[in-house]
């Protein structure tokens, strides 16, 4: 790939990249969250359209108007949402839509499919028998089945997307060994990839994408030993460089106040575990890591969204009742990650939406009166200087900004004292991303306590008066105000311990 | 090498509950019965569930689509008047059968444009194509039976190819031709896909809205062809002769074990399904219980059935979890 | 509101047309009729309105109506008592409701194969039930409910416009009912927002279980006999009602008003009909029409909210 660049309104995603993959050969593509490194694999996959720049495959120009294109070239991407169909069985997977046609038109030869998939899957070194459906197959071996189906479409090129996020290690090494024989089998492998170790056992060579730009590019071998920290350190710098931010706070939390929220040795029911974790009122206290490390779960399960399989979550030192319920009422807010989804009811007005988390605060008898409600309402817009031209106006027509401020009010009219932000800032121009942290200042200078979830670490680092890590699903380090900064907090989300 | 997913034999084919409970029921009727288990009477069981059959495995397929077909009784009914109708008139048999499935097919494309190109919710689509089938039908014949049809049909339901009842041996081709369909062409893969991983056939390149009409269209279809036993069968064509059959078809279909979900579905489950539904009503008639206490023992029957799936299925998820 | 201005428009609209085309129309008589049925239809689709409010479905109401209607009048004919009669179809339709409920919210069942299920038991056990009989012959009084006049207005109207208030008062002046649609409009984000759904969920199918069997003690007292196939034509008139009258099968969106439109509507269509001797076995079919356009302006205009941005 030479020279692509693409821009998303309001966003410059790719900046003159290129990027070359040798046959046989593993590139580990390196980067933040939003550094760019999914908009290109896009590109190369075909789903997108580069606004300049050229694609190359054997030193030929190729245009690639759709993913089937590029598939047909030979380029194969592996999700990490995998797209088998649960009750077909593996050859039938591997084979949808280009079926093996038999003798009578019209059927498919389903000896010879079952022969091809087994062949495909011994040379992948997985004996599960190619008649399984695959929703019986553990991740890791469908992960398998993914490599065969693009195996079988003549991939040269195949991506990998964050491909050990949910092994154990044991099923990792086994994925290393097939692409090692991948690779001598000379296919290029683009792998995206955070956990360094992996990098440096698999990879040839590494890319490093910072803010959309290639800002370097390393043969793994003129590195030295990885345990050296002298390279972590300069693949982190490469990672986080310099760059301005919007994010600013005015003062930050001399006096913490009482503790609002303590977690105590939880375990949820998707395998996250947090020893001890507390904030106070009139803190933000960030929650830092890279994607997959288990902060969404973790805030869900506080929020009691999730199942909690043993420990403690305690608001103002009483336990909390089971459900999102039980903790809405002792004034825990969550502000979701989806918010379109899970945060609001985008048919529905700006009122309505405000009130929904409120109207038992409200109305404790049940009897709603529009008076009171209008005036809550009004209350809220103007505090939280919601755009809207009336509080009818549907949800679905704000701004990005102002959609989460509605979320925000949502949680003001139920009174709420702890707050759970969870990506706040995403999909959000910078003009409205000022905004928003002087509302969740406001909210921390009004005596609440705030728990942010963030993957830029610039916000975290700017905003948070102090910030758990976390990795591989446990919280792993905190880091008080002096010691935030965006190396330590990389450093500790990453380093493979 | 390593080895393959928890510890399971691969099939193509699994046994639901129902063939255990099908046995159970065999058994239980024969010892409380009284004539139950003579041959005509089995016999009898096969020649009354060889309509609902025909309905059963189309409905499969819908089903296996996260999808609903509620028409199929009123259309089978109104497929039978037009075919009694072209009967009467002295038309040829063949003629009649063409234009009664033609009716079939024309409600079952309806439906999956409906479905499919409009995005109506199928329990609702179907509902309408119901009433509308329903009431064309009454219509028609005005509430009254169509009679007279000639010979041509009561002889070619009297007959026995190969020794056994036209119907069996209709309902036997039948089974036949969606197993063949199901396992052997392209078709059977994508229909489960649509309802396991839509998106995966989309992206595989498939005409995905084509298939899916095509699942209702086979569904108006049979329903249609279904018209040929049942005119048969009461030797005249009624509006309401068939209401109400879906309901039976889509109790076979659940009971059997295909699910709502994700696309697992099983064509020989649903034949289980049919045999016990047919089973469970002879035994019933036999013990001299009301049709209507049969008509409400299929309903629970129905609710038993997806409480068990629901629970499977959380048993299965909860186990690869772990 | 606009929605609702648009709907009573069209009603209007069908009344003049009919007006001018059929002499029998304007005459009080009919009207009164006209209203009547009505109100009847809107009795059993109020409920029915508040579970596909929530994006769910209750298609066992008529059903409902049919076994609740027979159980009151044996109780009636057997204790003498109205009263014990009306109170035992009113409990028992609440008792459908609940375990509607249940299935929906413990079970987990789609709602609309869940109800589909109890509507085929709920016609079952009323025919194995009723045994092929009928019960008729009540008193003048309990007739009075179904069939007679206050102050020259037909009763059912009285009861219909309470429905519409209490359902009104519910909807727009209690909590419950906020949460309700807030639930239908997107029951995560009403979940994350700490609301009971499941409670809530189990408290509206209750209801419609409930409005179904206070239906049935009118249906009753109307047609002044109970027989196993009352309640059978009574769904697709009900679904039809609800959805004319603008609620959407997607749940959040819509009112009582709009559902008594709806069923305005809805019979002065089968009126002008009955008028205009048109066989009544076209009403099915009608009906069926109906349902499918207001379901596809439904959708598309889903679809058109949605994309619009």
Request: glycine share 12%.
């Amino acid at each position: 790939m030479r020279g692509i660049s693409k821009a998303f309104p309001g966003v410059r995603a790719l900046d003159e990249v290129s990027l070359t993959v040798d046959a046989g050969t593993v590139h580990v593509l390196l980067g933040q969250n939003g550094a760019g490194k999914s908009t290109l694999m896009r590109i190369l996959c075909g789903a997108h359209h580069p606004d300049a720049g050229a694609i190359l495959i054997d030193g030929r120009p190729v245009r690639l108007h759709s993913p089937a294109d590029a598939r047909r070239l030979g380029v194969a991407v592996i999700f990490q949402e995998f797209s088998l169909v649960p009750y077909l069985n593996l050859a039938q997977n591997i084979f949808l839509g280009r079926e093996l046609s038999g003798r009578i038109p019209g059927t498919i030869d389903r000896r010879k499919m079952h022969a091809e998939a087994r062949r495909l899957l011994d040379g992948l070194g997985l004996d599960a028998d190619t008649r399984t459906p695959a929703h019986e197959l553990g991740i890791a071996q469908q992960q398998v089945v993914e490599i065969a189906k693009a195996l079988s479409q003549n991939a040269r090129i195949l991506v990998m997307d964050e491909p050990t996020a949910a092994l154990s290690d044991r099923e990792i090494a086994r994925l290393f060994e097939r692409v090692r024989a991948l690779k001598r089998d000379g296919v290029g492998i683009v792998y995206i990839s955070h956990r360094l170790q992996e990098i440096f056992e698999i990879g040839d060579r590494i890319t490093v994408l910072r803010d959309g730009k290639n800002v370097g590019s390393f043969a793994v071998e003129h590195l030295e030993n990885p345990e050296n920290p002298a390279n972590l350190e300069n693949l982190i710098r490469l990672m986080v460089g310099r760059q301005v931010t919007a994010a600013y706070r005015e003062r930050f939390c001399e006096a913490p106040g009482e503790t609002l929220l303590e977690v105590r040795d939880l375990r949820t029911g998707t395998g996250v575990r947090a020893a001890a974790l507390d904030v106070k009122a009139g803190e933000i206290v960030g929650l830092a890591g890279l994607v997959g490390a288990g902060r969404s779960e973790l805030a869900r399960a506080i929020f009691g969204a999730d199942r909690v399989v043993s420990g403690t979550v305690r608001m103002t030192g009483a336990p909390l009742r089971r459900g999102p319920t039980g903790a809405v009422r002792a004034g825990v807010a969550l502000v979701p990650e989806n918010r379109k989804t899970e945060g609001l009811a985008l048919m529905r007005s700006v009122q309505d939406n405000v009130l929904t988390a409120g109207l038992r605060t409200l109305f404790p008898t049940g009897w709603y009166r529009a008076a009171r409600a209008a005036r809550a309402v009004a209350d809220v817009i103007s505090r939280l200087r919601i755009a809207t031209p009336s509080p009818a106006r549907l949800v679905r027509f704000l701004s990005g900004g102002n959609q989460q401020k509605v979320v925000v009010g949502k949680w003001l009219t139920a009174g709420s004292r702890f707050f759970i932000f969870d990506e706040p800032t995403r999909g959000i121009d910078v003009g409205a991303k000022a905004e928003l942290y002087g509302v969740i200042g406001g909210l921390v200078a009004d005596g609440a306590a705030v728990l942010m979830i963030s993957s830029e670490l610039p916000e975290v680092v700017a905003v948070c008066d102090r910030a758990y890590v976390m990795r591989d699903k446990t919280i792993v380090g905190e880091l008080s105000r002096t010691e935030l900064t965006e190396e330590n907090i990389l450093r500790m989300a990453m380093h493979h311990g | 090498m390593d080895s393959g997913g928890p510890a399971q034999a691969g099939r193509d084919t699994r046994i639901p509950g129902a063939g255990y409970l099908l046995v159970v029921l065999l058994i239980a009727f024969s010892i409380f019965g009284d004539g139950f288990a003579t041959l005509p009477n089995i016999l009898n069981v096969g020649v009354q569930s060889s309509v609902l059959l025909l309905l059963a495995l189309p409905m499969t397929l819908i089903i296996m689509t996260e999808g609903l077909d509620l028409s199929m009784g009123a259309v089978l009914s109104l497929a039978g008047v037009v075919l009694a109708t072209l009967l009467m008139n002295g038309n040829s048999l063949a003629a009649a059968v063409a234009a009664a499935a033609g009716v079939g097919l024309a409600f079952g494309i309806a439906n999956g444009l409906l479905v499919v190109t409009l995005g109506v919710p199928p329990f609702v689509a179907t509902l309408g194509t119901l009433g509308i089938a329903q009431g064309l039908a009454l219509v028609a014949t005005g509430g009254q039976s169509v009679v007279g049809i000639g010979d041509a049909l009561p002889a070619l339901y009297e007959s026995r190819p190969l020794g056994l009842p036209f119907s069996i041996a209709m309902a036997a081709v039948a089974c036949l031709m969606f197993g063949f369909v199901v396992r052997h062409t392209k078709l059977g893969s994508y229909v489960s896909a649509l309802g396991g991983n839509r998106e995966a056939l989309v992206l595989a390149g498939v005409h995905v809205n084509l298939v899916h009409i095509g699942v209702y269209a086979g569904g108006g279809l049979m329903s249609g062809l279904a018209a040929l036993l049942l005119t048969g069968r009461i030797n005249a064509g009624h509006p309401t002769a068939a209401i109400g059959l879906e309901f039976d078809a889509i109790a076979a279909v659940i009971v059997g074990g295909t699910s709502f979900e994700r696309g697992d579905g099983t064509l020989a489950g649903t034949l289980i399904g049919v045999l016990t539904i047919g089973v469970l009503k002879n035994g019933l008639n036999d013990l001299s219980v009301s049709s209507s206490l049969q008509v409400a023992s299929i309903g629970v029957l129905v609710i038993a059935a997806l409480v068990i799936d629901r629970a499977v299925a959380a048993g299965r998820t909860a186990g690869s979890r772990a | 509101m606009k929605a609702v201005a648009y709907r009573l428009l069209a009603v209007a609209v069908i009344a003049m047309a009919l007006a001018l085309t059929t002499d029998a129309f304007f005459t009080l008589p009919n009207i009164l009729n006209i209203l009547r049925q009505a109100s009847l239809t809107f009795l059993i689709a109020s409920g029915l309105t508040l579970t596909i409010l929530t994006a769910g479905l209750d298609l066992s109401v008529g059903a409902n109506v049919g076994l609740s209607a027979c159980l009151a009048a044996t109780v009636m004919k057997s204790s003498g008592s109205i009263a014990l009669g009306a109170a035992t179809g009113l409990a028992f339709g609440a008792l459908v409701g609940v375990v509607n409920g249940l299935m929906v919210t413990a079970l987990r069942l789609p709602p609309f194969i869940a109800t589909y299920g109890m509507l085929w038991t709920l016609n079952g056990v009323t025919y194995w039930f009723m045994g092929g009989e009928t019960i008729h012959g009540f008193s003048p009084g309990f007739r009075a409910l179904g069939s007679g006049y206050w102050f020259g207005v037909p009763v059912p109207i009285y009861v219909m416009a309470a429905f519409l208030a209490a359902g009104g008062i519910f909807t727009r002046y209690t909590t419950l009912g906020h949460e309700v649609y807030a639930i239908g409009a997107n029951r995560e984000a009403a979940r994350l927002s700490g609301i009971p759904v499941r409670a809530r969920l189990n408290l509206v199918y209750t209801l419609s279980g409930a409005m179904a069997g206070l239906a049935a003690i009118v249906y009753l007292a109307r047609l002044n006999s109970a027989e196993a196939d009352i309640g059978e034509a009574l769904t697709l008139p009900a679904i039809a009602a609800v959805l004319i009258g603008g609620t959407s099968l997607f749940g959040g969106v819509g009112s009582l008003t709009g559902t008594l439109i709806g069923a305005l509507t809805l019979t002065l269509v089968v009126n002008g009909m009955n008028l205009r001797a048109v066989d009544a076995n076209w009403q099915p079919l009608v009906t069926g029409v109906i349902v499918i356009l207001a379901v596809w302006i439904d959708v598309v205009t889903r679809q058109r909210m949605e994309s619009r941005v």
